[in-house]
């Protein structure tokens, strides 16, 4: 080993060795001891106002139908509503559920686009009147729709037509103000 070979391994060395320590350091003095997490797990509820002590959120409920695959949950802007894609009966379609104040279903789910298609990601407007969301009903490349949320008036928003052809537009958001859907 020349020389220059030798300090260069020296210098790896020590960076190596350096590094090692300080991390064994900082897992000695551990942010994640078990008084830390029981801390943190606490701080996920909310605090009472009486007591100051944690409060724990409710178990969870099941607020769609069926044991279908659920997904994009979207609340209504009221927090009254949630709207959520489901897969059910080899159709994928939009459906809206209505909840109460302790957080349960006050109602079954309603289906509000029933298609053949497979409709995803709703998006509440800010007034909770209309739903964006993405399907690919009309030559299979996803597209933007709008649908009362009733079910009813359901439109063509927007396709993406690119030089080669029908391109997806997937995943819509509504902007704060209304005025935009960004996706």
């Not at 080993?1 to 590094?19: A, D, E, P, R, W």
């Not at 007591?51 to 802007?77: L, N």
């Not at 897969?87 to 079954?108: A, S």
């Not at 080669?164 to 958001?173: I, K, M, N, Q, R």
Request: net charge negative; proline share 5%; aromatic share 10%.
């Amino acid at each position: 080993m020349n020389k220059k070979s030798f300090f260069k391994f020296i210098t790896i060395s020590f960076v190596i060795l350096t590094l090692i320590s300080g991390c064994a350091k900082k897992e000695s003095v551990s942010y994640y001891d078990r008084e830390a997490k029981e801390d943190r797990a606490s701080d996920r509820g909310s605090r009472s106002a009486d007591t100051g002590k944690a409060e724990t959120f409710p178990e969870p409920v099941q607020v769609s139908a069926g044991s279908a695959y659920h997904s994009y949950p979207a609340w209504s802007p009221d927090g009254k509503r949630i709207a959520y894609s489901a897969y059910q009966e080899d159709k994928q379609d939009i459906w809206i559920v209505e909840i109460d104040e302790t957080g349960r279903p006050e109602n079954d789910p309603v289906n509000i686009t029933d298609s053949d298609s497979i409709d995803e990601c709703p998006s509440w407007s800010p007034d909770g009147e209309k739903i964006v969301f993405h399907s690919g009903k009309e030559g299979g490349k996803q597209k933007l729709f709008i649908v009362d949320a009733d079910g009813n008036n359901r439109e063509l928003l927007y396709q993406h037509q690119t030089s080669s052809g029908l391109s997806d537009s997937s995943h819509p958001a509504w902007s704060p103000d209304g005025k935009i859907i960004a996706f």
